[in-house]
């Protein structure tokens, strides 16, 4: 054994080599966008200048000149196609050649395709809208966005967590902060880009891109396309940074697979950098209130978190972090609330699980303030508050139950 592998500890496993490690630090692995592609057509996006109002107006009479290009896939041509379908597997239902509403700022607008990738870029820079634009709005505090609460607009959080009665343990608190947090917009941008390459062979289709749910995909991308899902490969041997970006499928991926077929060639596009923030997901931005209230003895009888988080307009994105901070330490009382804010901005997506990250962080502050407000140290201050029953249904914890909510998180959030 050497420093690079030092002889594991009786409490660690055996250090086992990495089956790609060489692949990749030899430059030999071969990434979706890297694949060797006979006869491949070059596609690149063009997107929208504006976040909100509609497409009055596509000229596409520059880009069409530039020598080299051979489609432009823009509204009308994915007509025969269904929309996206926003869930764990798709990160949107904003079809964006489906709809000439433009929902947020990048959204797709048109792509074109041709022999090499500058004469695409070019002509993708050439294509000018005419828009009838209106007032976005991006934010919490911006005119015109919509609230409503979360719970039960998505499956993946159904309900508010709430045990006891928190008014009455709130009004008896000796000890009680009030405090509030916020995390802002964080967007992905891996070493990888984001990438397409689709090619067909008759009714079968190929897709070459990164993916964290190739499964998922396949069923997804033949509802959108008519297809049976056996006649739909999805390859995706390497990710270079993903951390959930490319788990939910972007409506991309059926625009390239659809000029693939109407130029009868495999088509490549690899998103910009600039166009990922706009085309992908991103974490949400959130705001929380925390309400804490302890006995002198340090222990909290009175647990209160209301969050409120930013999606897009059509889509019920949500993080709903408090069924992982209802439960972190044994409040006593809890009440909990989240709430949509609907905005102007493309629909937010995983960002590195657990994806409660933001509501743990409002969550581990707060009790970092309140064992300052309790002159306790803050380890010791959670120690005593660690649960030895699960906080909201009372129940023991065990092994088992572990296990349990583990696999109820994992399916509700799209962990692998």
Known sequence: MNQAAPAPRENQGDPVVRIDARLKVTGQAGYPADIVTANVAYGALATSSIARGKVSGLHTKDARAVPGVLDIVTYDDMDKTDTPKFGNTGASSIGPLHDKTVFHDGQIIALVVAETFEAAEEAAMLIRADYEDERPAASFDSKGVKMEPAAGKNPMFKED??????????????????????????????????????????????????SQNVTGW???????????????????????????????MTART???????????????????????????????????????????????????????????????????????????????????????????????????????????????????????????????????????????????????????????????????
């Open 161 to 210: 967590a709430k045990a006891g009665d928190f008014d009455a343990a709130w009004a008896d608190a000796t000890v009680k902060i009030d405090e509030k947090y916020s995390t802002p917009t964080q967007h992905h941008n891996p070493i990888e880009l984001f990438s397409t390459t689709a090619i067909w062979q008759g009714d079968q289709l190929t897709i070459h891109e990164p």
């Open 218 to 248: 396949k069923v997804e991308l033949a509802r959108q396309l008519k297809l049976d899902p056996a006649n739909v490969r999805i390859v995706s041997p390497y990710i270079g940074g993903a951390f959930g970006s490319k788990g939910p």
């Open 254 to 416: 059926a625009i390239v697979a659809v000029a693939a077929r109407r130029i009868g060639r495999p088509v490549r596009c690899v998103v910009n950098r600039m166009q990922a923030f706009g085309t992908q997901t991103y974490r949400a931005e959130t705001r929380h209130r925390i309400r804490m209230g302890a006995g002198k003895d340090g222990r909290i009888t009175a647990f209160g978190h209301e969050a409120w988080e930013v999606t897009s307009r059509p889509d019920p994105y949500v993080v709903g972090g408090t069924s992982a901070t209802a439960r972190m330490y044994n409040y006593g009382a809890v009440l909990t609330h989240v709430s949509l804010v609907h905005a102007d901005r493309n629909t937010p997506g995983y960002m590195r699980s657990p994806p409660e990250t933001p509501y743990v962080y409002a969550l581990e502050n707060a009790m970092d303030e309140m064992a300052v407000a309790l002159g306790m140290d803050p380890v010791e201050f959670r120690r005593i508050n660690e649960p030895e029953k699960e906080p909201i249904g009372g129940k023991p914890f065990s092994s088992r139950s572990l296990i349990k909510c583990y696999d109820q998180a994992s399916e509700a959030f799209g962990w692998s």
